[in-house]
């Protein structure tokens, strides 16, 4: 089995990125190399952070990788928390803390609209590539359901009628931003073996 490295710190986004694609391609993370830092994230925008953490890890290995990069966009709030989802509250990248923030800045506005976005980009020999998945929805001021992560419990998807947290891990792997994404970057991935 073909293996890639899934250039995150993140446990959440490894276990979905397996349940993704695990079945496809044995998936190493940071921790296999004994790699403990946060990779920065210095740029202002979801596709520069994305190509920016791939490059980091590749640049350091020279071994071929994919990063991602997520963002919560919400119309209403000039596009916020967008690259900076999750330290929207403060450098603690605290999940409460930031759904708390987001309610009280959204409460007086009437669109509540929002979207996750996802890029991931991929380095193969040094080339770069990038594969985008959205998810519309809407913000809900009451948090719902106990599983999946970060903005999940108050990000409304309306074909389901269920916040993000209220669905299984294989129901949102059916139809989330990283989902679409990481199923193009797989496809691409097969067309190469």
């Not at 998945?133 to 809900?140: A, F, Q, Y």
């Amino acid at each position: 089995m073909k293996a890639f490295v899934f250039a995150t710190g993140n446990k959440n986004k490894l276990n979905e990125i397996n349940q993704l694609i695990g079945h496809q391609f044995a998936i190493k993370s940071l921790a296999d190399f004994g790699f403990i830092e946060d990779i920065p994230e210095p740029y202002y925008t979801i596709e520069e952070n994305s190509a920016h953490k791939a490059q980091f890890f590749y640049d350091r290995y020279k071994i071929d990788c994919f990063a991602e990069d997520t963002g919560l966009i919400i119309p209403a709030l000039n596009g916020e928390p967008g690259v900076f989802s999750a330290r929207y509250a403060g450098e603690q990248k605290s999940a409460v803390d930031n759904m708390k923030k987001v309610l009280k800045n959204l409460k007086d506005k009437k669109d509540k609209s929002a979207y996750f976005k996802t890029v991931v980009s991929l380095i193969i020999d040094g080339n770069i590539k990038s594969f985008v998945g959205e998810v519309h929805g809407e913000i809900k001021k009451n948090s719902a359901g106990s599983n999946g992560f970060g903005y999940d419990p108050i990000f409304y998807y309306p074909q389901k009628k269920l916040t993000f947290a209220q669905l299984s891990a294989v129901e949102k792997n059916e139809i989330s931003h990283r989902a679409i994404a990481i199923r193009k970057l797989a496809t691409y991935l097969l067309t190469l073996l």
